[in-house]
């Protein structure tokens, strides 16, 4: 069982900045396992899309729609996830999620939402120029 909570998101105008904040908890994600986590983002009347992953060893990968905007990253105790979001454009509204893959698995090639069975109730970004 993993459990993730999402906060941070909020109202921003286009060109600011949010950081998004994931608490990571439960009885089957432990630090020292391998694990992927990530963060995708829905927008209304579309699908679930990943935006950027990270494994226990920090290897990260992006969506090509947000590299160079944003940051993915996790504390050292592996508790806690985030997602820097710089230069935020109207498209960037959406409702953010943190996600995890199966305890005990590397990412891979992992990087859609089918891959990632443990899922946050998300937290809402707007954006408004």
């Known amino acids: 069982q993993v459990e993730l909570v999402e906060s941070g998101g909020g109202s921003v105008q286009s060109g600011g900045s949010l950081r998004l904040s994931c608490a990571v908890s439960?009885?089957?994600?432990?630090?020292?396992?391998?694990?992927?986590v990530g963060w995708f983002r829905q927008q209304t009347g579309k699908e679930r899309v990943a935006l950027a992953r990270?494994?226990?060893?920090?290897?990260?990968r992006y969506a090509d729609s947000v590299k160079g905007r944003f940051t993915i990253s996790q504390d050292a105790a592996k508790t806690s996830l985030f997602l820097q979001m710089n230069d935020l454009k109207d498209d960037d509204t959406a409702m953010y999620f943190c996600?995890?893959?199966?305890?005990?698995?590397?990412?891979?090639?992992?990087?859609?939402?089918?891959?990632?069975?443990?899922w946050g109730q998300g937290t809402p970004v707007t954006v408004s120029s």
């Open positions: 996600a995890s893959g199966q305890p005990g698995l590397w990412c891979r090639d992992r990087f859609s939402a089918a891959d990632f069975g443990y």
């Open positions: 439960g009885s089957s994600f432990q630090a020292w396992k391998p694990y992927c």
């Open positions: 990270i494994d226990r060893d920090g290897y990260t």
